[in-house]
């Protein structure tokens, strides 16, 4: 069984930066390159947003594509973990970070798809942006 663990969520000042991990904690040999990798934001009182994705073909996406500037989504090199490196960070920002995964999976262009497409989840990590 797959499970995912976020990391890197924390207490930032506007225009500061953060890089979330997300670690697949499965045994030896395993690889998430099989997997597309969505982060998901769930900001108080609003429903769950993608904001950025990495597919199973390798492809990118950030959501909307107006942030592609502020975010950056990469695999790492160990195979098991994908990075969200969050830069320039606003208020609107904030929110409860989880990745998702699903096999074979490809990003969709515009936005991600529905979080009911991405049968792993982790439990989370918390962004709070505030001076």
């Known amino acids: 069984q797959l499970r995912l663990v976020e990391s890197g969520g924390d207490l930032v000042q506007p225009g500061g930066s953060l890089r979330l991990s997300c670690v697949a904690s499965?045994?030896?040999?395993?690889?998430?390159?099989?997997?597309?990798i969505v982060w998901f934001r769930q900001a108080p009182g609003k429903d769950r947003e993608g904001v950025a994705c990495?597919?199973?073909?390798?492809?990118?996406?950030i959501y909307p594509d107006s942030e592609q500037g502020r975010f950056t989504v990469s695999r790492g090199n160990d195979k098991n973990t994908v990075y969200l490196q969050m830069n320039r960070l606003n208020p609107e920002d904030t929110g409860l970070y989880y990745c998702?995964?699903?096999?074979?999976?490809?990003?969709?262009?515009?936005?991600?798809?529905?979080?009911?497409?991405?049968?792993?989840w982790g439990q989370g990590t918390q962004v709070t942006v505030s001076s």
């Open positions: 990495i597919g199973s073909d390798a492809n990118t996406a």
């Open positions: 499965v045994g030896s040999g395993f690889t998430l390159d099989y997997y597309a």
């Open positions: 998702a995964a699903k096999l074979g999976g490809r990003c969709g262009e515009r936005r991600s798809e529905p979080a009911y497409e991405y049968a792993y």
